[in-house]
């Protein structure tokens, strides 16, 4: 199966099985990634990895592992073990939390995208000063990302605010996978760190998450064409 030439990554977060394979029987694997989360992931477990590979979807495993290396090092070997395309540990967790990972991943020669979250994209200035952190997302995440640089990871996820900065710091390839992605039309509900799908790609993203903007829409299929034609494709 050829790889997806596409950034586009469709968050499918829905409370279970029947519900994500409905919206994913919409979706063309040659043109989207998937991407499942915690809420789908616990509800349905590692079936509804083996239904999207069954329809040829590379697909994104977002558990945002964060414990202690040896626990993350196991979590992160079960999770490639599934075979998808791509898992992701915080990068909060620290530098020895991130290279027990790489280390268990290169040992077992998983080739999973192994990424580190920076700062959530839901998170203002306001929310880091409130666990503890007095500076901006910006060189929070300048941070984190330089860290999980260090520590063996193939790219962060992080806001398309952030994209351009982290190209400089980081290089062009450097995964730079980046949720809250918002067409302009539309409102930003939990999300704080936002940019349109054009302009994401613009300042440098390498992959955009896209949820609600999608799967909330009233015609989802048109929704996800707007925003093809937004990034000319
Ligand atoms: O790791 C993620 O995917 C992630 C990190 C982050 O900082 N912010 C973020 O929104 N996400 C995920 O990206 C998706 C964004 O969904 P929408 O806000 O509905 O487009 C959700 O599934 C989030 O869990």
Same mark, same amino acid.
């Given at each position: 199966?050829?790889?997806?030439? !596409?950034?586009? $990554?469709?968050?499918?977060?829905?409370?279970?099985?029947?519900?994500?394979?409905?919206?994913?029987?919409?979706?063309?694997?040659? %043109?989207?990634? /998937?991407?499942?989360?915690?809420?789908?992931?616990?509800? @349905?477990?590692?079936? $509804?990895?083996?239904?999207?590979?069954?329809?040829?979807?590379?697909?994104?495993?977002?558990? +945002?592992?964060?414990? $202690?290396?040896?626990? =993350?090092?196991?979590?992160?070997?079960?999770?490639?073990? #599934?075979?998808?395309?791509?898992?992701? =540990? #915080?990068?909060? *967790?620290?530098?020895?939390?991130?290279?027990?990972?790489?280390?268990?991943?290169? +040992?077992?020669?998983?080739?999973? #995208?192994?990424?580190?979250? &920076?700062?959530?994209?839901?998170?203002?200035?306001?929310?880091?000063?409130?666990?503890?952190?007095?500076?901006?997302?910006? @060189?929070?995440?300048?941070?984190?990302?330089?860290? @999980?640089?260090?520590?063996?990871?193939?790219? /962060?996820?992080?806001?398309?605010?952030?994209?351009?900065?982290?190209?400089?710091?980081? *290089?062009?390839?450097?995964? +730079? /996978?980046?949720?809250?992605?918002?067409?302009?039309? @539309?409102?930003?509900?939990?999300? %704080?760190? !936002?940019? !349109?799908?054009?302009?994401?790609?613009?300042?440098?993203? &390498?992959?955009?998450?896209?949820?609600?903007? /999608?799967?909330?829409?009233?015609?989802?299929?048109?929704?996800?064409?707007?925003?093809? #034609?937004?990034?000319?494709?």
């Amino acid at each position: 199966m050829p790889r997806p030439d !596409t950034p586009l $990554i469709i968050a499918l977060d829905y409370p279970d099985l029947d519900q994500a394979l409905v919206m994913a029987d919409r979706l063309d694997p040659a %043109r989207c990634r /998937v991407k499942v989360g915690k809420e789908l992931f616990t509800r @349905s477990g590692p079936q $509804i990895l083996e239904a999207l590979h069954a329809r040829g979807f590379e697909v994104f495993l977002d558990l +945002k592992f964060h414990d $202690i290396p040896n626990t =993350v090092a196991g979590a992160v070997e079960a999770a490639a073990d #599934h075979g998808v395309w791509m898992i992701n =540990v #915080h990068a909060g *967790g620290g530098r020895r939390m991130m290279e027990a990972a790489r280390e268990r991943l290169d +040992k077992r020669r998983l080739t999973t #995208h192994l990424i580190a979250v &920076t700062v959530l994209t839901s998170m203002s200035r306001e929310d880091l000063a409130e666990v503890g952190v007095d500076d901006d997302p910006l @060189s929070q995440v300048e941070r984190l990302a330089a860290l @999980s640089q260090r520590s063996g990871m193939d790219g /962060v996820v992080c806001s398309a605010q952030e994209a351009t900065a982290l190209r400089a710091l980081c *290089g062009d390839t450097f995964l +730079k /996978v980046t949720p809250g992605i918002r067409p302009s039309a @539309s409102n930003g509900d939990d999300q %704080r760190r !936002t940019l !349109t799908p054009a302009r994401a790609l613009a300042a440098g993203s &390498t992959h955009l998450v896209i949820g609600r903007p /999608v799967t909330q829409a009233l015609d989802p299929m048109a929704a996800l064409a707007d925003i093809e #034609h937004e990034i000319g494709r």
